[in-house]
Nanobody, 128 residues
Framework: QVQLVESGGGLVQAGGSLRLSCAAS????????????MGWFRQAPGKEREFVAA????????DISESVKGRFTIARGNAKNSVYLQMNSLKPEDSAVYSC?????????????????WGQGTQVTVSS
């Protein structure tokens, strides 16, 4: 069973930065090869889950939501099947629960339904 664990959320003032981390464990070869493309989604209270960023298995392909482009970047970590989300110039509207997701099929995706595994989420709160 693959598990995803996020970390790095918290409270930050507007204009500040946070770095979210996500690591996958369990499953076959999870610690040996990058077997999953990974993504970040967020959900604010009363709103739909929103795509934030995604990265391919190799890390060479990425997709960033227009709402965060130029402020957020996604990158693969040194550990296999790990990913970071660097969030700069944070705004109050970025406040949400941020969740990491992993997909077994090739390619990156912005649709939640294409992901096979999900983390519990980490709260990000940006104060004005």
């Amino acid at each position: 069973q693959v598990q995803l664990v996020e970390s790095g959320g918290g409270l930050v003032q507007a204009g500040g930065s946070l770095r979210l981390s996500c690591a996958a464990s369990g499953g076959t070869f999870t610690s040996t090869y990058n077997t999953y493309a990974m993504g970040w989604f967020r959900q604010a209270p009363g709103k739909e889950r929103e795509f934030v960023a995604a990265i391919s298995r190799s890390g060479r392909a990425t997709d960033i939501s227009e709402s965060v482009k130029g402020r957020f970047t996604i990158a693969r970590g040194n550990a296999k099947n790990s990913v970071y989300l660097q969030m700069n110039s944070l705004k109050p509207e970025d406040s949400a629960v941020y969740s990491c997701a992993a997909k077994k099929s090739l390619g990156i995706a912005a649709t939640p339904g294409e992901y096979d595994y999900w983390g519990q989420g980490t709260q990000v709160t940006v104060s004005s």
